[in-house]
């Protein structure tokens, strides 16, 4: 069966995935907010809802590469304050994508991009910059955790749209580069998988997407290698520039679409 021709690609839109598929890979070794491109590509490219169902098991997959490189790395009491809050957010995400259009959607997600963005440049500049990850012990550090959770468990729901709102708690946080992509990689790959029933319940998984799923799988490799190679090239004030940019292009491409 030509899964190209199931789903009606064009070899220019089959292209443009394989590259999103990249970019995929990419982002989870180096960059984490920069698969914001990929969502839009994968949306351009397919219908709007389905493409989130595709592009899950592509995330899937890059969260692997990611865990297997960087699992040393994972900080575990962050990540246990904020599965709970994850889990109320996907809840709410699933019931949001029950009666939500696309454009609803679009919007909802780029406003909430831009808004995380803006606060974790003006954090950042006044906070201490010596701000190590386990402040969130404290109560307005588990506050953060919480609010921080509900948009993240949301934004992955409904647009697989979680990364940028989690790279920006991680920043705030004072998370080095090394200790951002290991606890970022397990939170994902354990998220992801926990979406999965959901978005199959949704009609957005099933076989025609898991064909297209296996197609472009492999293009996440060299891309997840790409990064792994680039991120001990980019110093950390870069990596966290190269963060926040890539949340605000997927904000802005999220509310222009």
Not at 68 to 96: D, E, K, S
Not at 98 to 112: K, L
Not at 166 to 178: E, N, P, T
């Amino acid at each position: 069966m030509n899964t190209m021709t199931l789903w009606h690609i064009s070899g220019w839109g089959f292209a443009a995935l394989a590259c999103a598929a990249l970019l995929v890979g990419f982002s989870k070794t180096a960059v984490s907010g920069a698969n914001t491109v990929s969502l839009a590509i994968f949306a351009a490219v397919l219908p709007a809802r389905a493409s989130t169902g595709v592009l899950l098991p592509v995330l899937i997959a890059g969260d692997v590469l990611a865990v297997l490189t960087y699992r040393r790395h994972a900080h575990w009491p962050t990540l246990w304050r904020l599965f709970p809050a994850v889990a109320a957010g996907v809840v709410v995400g699933t019931l949001f994508l029950v009666w939500a259009d696309d454009a609803v959607v679009r919007t909802s997600i780029g406003a909430i991009l831009l808004l995380m963005a803006a606060v974790t440049v003006w954090r950042r500049r006044t906070a201490d910059r010596d701000e190590e990850p386990d402040a969130v012990t404290t109560r307005s550090g588990r506050i953060k955790a919480r609010s921080y959770g509900v948009l993240g468990g949301f934004t992955t729901m409904v647009a697989n749209a979680g990364g940028p709102v989690m790279s920006m708690y991680l920043l705030s946080a004072g998370f080095r580069k090394l200790g951002f992509l290991g606890t970022s990689a397990f939170f994902f790959l354990i998220v992801n998988v926990s979406k999965v029933p959901f978005s199959a319940g949704l009609g957005l998984i099933d076989g025609r997407s898991l064909l297209l799923d296996a197609a472009l799988a492999v293009f996440v490799v060299p891309g997840a290698l790409f990064g792994r190679w680039a991120v001990h090239r980019i110093n950390q004030r870069l990596f966290e520039q190269l963060v926040i940019a890539a949340t605000v292009v997927g904000g802005v491409q999220l509310l222009l679409r």
